[in-house]
């Protein structure tokens, strides 16, 4: 079989990832033949080939030897711009770039048709767990009623270091960054951001509409502090950032924020920097995965795994949408542990108050509001199931 030649667009922690393991396994039968960087003189700890790297993407792009294109930049809308070239020129492209491919998801698809190349971008989102695959592949004759997924590590290894070793938030956050799960700044992540563009990319493929990011509600944990964690241990609970997408009465409904889980959730053993994704279906019942979601060889492997259907020629998903279903705003009261307030929450359906919280039920859309006038406030989901045993005074297992 004919040796894929590629084209890599960013040599960071993953494009590093990618480069290596290629190396190392001739049985991949793909060649890195030229690389574009930023800064060529810039010091790197991989050994690489003299004249392999170049400041100037069109050496890549205008390149007919160089069959697919790799892109790994961070920068989403100079990543736009070379996949779009990069079709232009009659190249299929494999991405891990979630903000992108959330941001431009239609449009990007609609273009890879177009110029009939291939588009695959499995790498963004949850690293190693193939599950734009599963959401493709294995579940293409079943019915999705949800999916809820843990889908940054970053966040996931604050919340396990606070819960788990009483650590406050900035603490944490430290740790994650000496560590290299965080950035130096780590507003996409901690504010639920990255795990918004995520579920927005897994709702076309569970439910086949485009959904913009900007369209799902959104709390994210950079404001939980030592009230929450106390109320989670002296329960026997954990927090965890949570996106979910619903199909309810026709209708998806979608959200990301904090949730209190309970040792019975799958979720209540993802610590650290792994993801977990719960994907509830109408024939198969729940099913979960879970894996590494971040670094730099769990999402090479993404990566690479895209790269060998190309070379196998297998099958991508299609812009085609299905029009049975509407996207909706949250509008069902949930319960919620809302911390952080300065003043008093008036307004509210309370069922019980403390000095430094509430529980209570109310609507996202609700506490929105009140977080413009209180930018401290946060609030964490609490299911009923898990509000009976406290009601009750049990402890939640």
Known sequence: MKKLKAGLFG????????????KQNEKYGISIEKIAVKNIDKAREINLPDEILTSKPEEILENNDVDVIIELINEPEEAFDIVKKAFEKGKSVVSANKKMVALHHQELLQLSEKYGVKFFYEGAVCGSVPILRLLDQHYKSDSIKSVKAIANGTCNFILSKMTAENQDYDSALQDAQDLGFAELDPYSDVSGEDTRFKLAIMIYHAFGIFVHPNAISLEGINYLDEILVQFAQKNKLKIKLIGQAQKINGEIKAKVEPQLVSEKQDFYNIENEYNGILVDAEFTGEQFVKGKGAGSFPTALAVLSNLKDLKYDLAIAKSSVKKEFEYSFNAAKEIYFI????????????????????????????????????????????????????KKHEVVI
């Open 11 to 22: 040599l960071g922690v993953v494009g590093s990832g990618v480069y290596t393991m290629l």
């Open 339 to 390: 911390g952080g307030f300065e003043n008093e929450l008036s307004g509210l359906d309370i069922l019980e108050q403390e000095e430094n919280y509430y529980l209570v039920k109310a609507e996202f859309i609700q506490l929105e509001k009140f977080k413009q006038q209180q930018p401290n406030l946060y609030w964490v989901q609490i299911s009923q199931d898990i509000y009976d045993k406290i």
